[in-house]
């Protein structure tokens, strides 16, 4: 199922999905679409992943990517612990903001990147789900916290020096440096 919602929709429903694994209500929604709508959407990702700063580097990393459905892969957690111990937890919301756009159009990767294309069908349902609810004037409470997408695939990632600078995502195809 590819990708269904863009815009602003689709940067609230991933961030609630990334971060949190659930679909909020109506009225939370419409509230963020609202505050993302006059925000901007890289300082909305900031502001909504502020609340996870608590978390060390590894905790968010394996939060992120276990919500995404892309785990367990221990060379990908260590590439995104270290890619966000090089942007600084402050961007947590703009990387889990990145991660689930990037996996979101790897439907129809080949090559390295195939073995995301389970995860990717899996993961834009899931988003498509998610929109659906919280669209909804009935729905007046968050979705339970499910992680229903699928965890097939494989993935190779490096960490080439110590602070971070040289972690390259190769499964995805990107380098820390290409983002930031």
């Known amino acids: 199922m590819p990708a269904t919602i863009s815009g602003t929709d689709a940067v609230v429903t991933i961030l609630n999905r990334a971060f949190n694994d659930q679909s909020p209500s109506f009225n939370v929604y419409a509230n963020q679409v609202t505050a993302a709508n006059e925000w901007g959407a890289g300082a909305f990702a900031k502001s909504f992943g ?8 590894d905790q968010l990393s394996t939060k992120l990517l276990n919500n995404l459905g892309v785990l367990p892969d221990t060379g990908l957690q260590i590439a995104v612990r270290d890619y966000l111990v090089a942007v600084g937890k402050a961007s947590a919301g703009i990387v889990g903001m990145q991660l689930g756009q990037i996996l979101s159009g790897l439907e129809q990767a080949t090559g390295d990147q195939a073995i995301y294309r389970n995860a990717a069908v899996a993961w834009n349902k899931e988003l498509a789900d998610s929109h659906a609810h919280s669209i909804d004037p ?17 993935v190779n990632s490096t960490s080439t020096d110590g602070d971070g600078s040289g972690v390259e995502l190769t499964g995805l195809g990107i380098a820390v440096s290409a983002i930031f």
């Open 50 to 57: 502020s609340a996870f700063t608590g978390l060390t580097e």
């Open 138 to 154: 009935a729905n007046r409470n968050d979705s339970p916290i499910t992680n229903a997408v699928a965890s097939a695939y494989l």
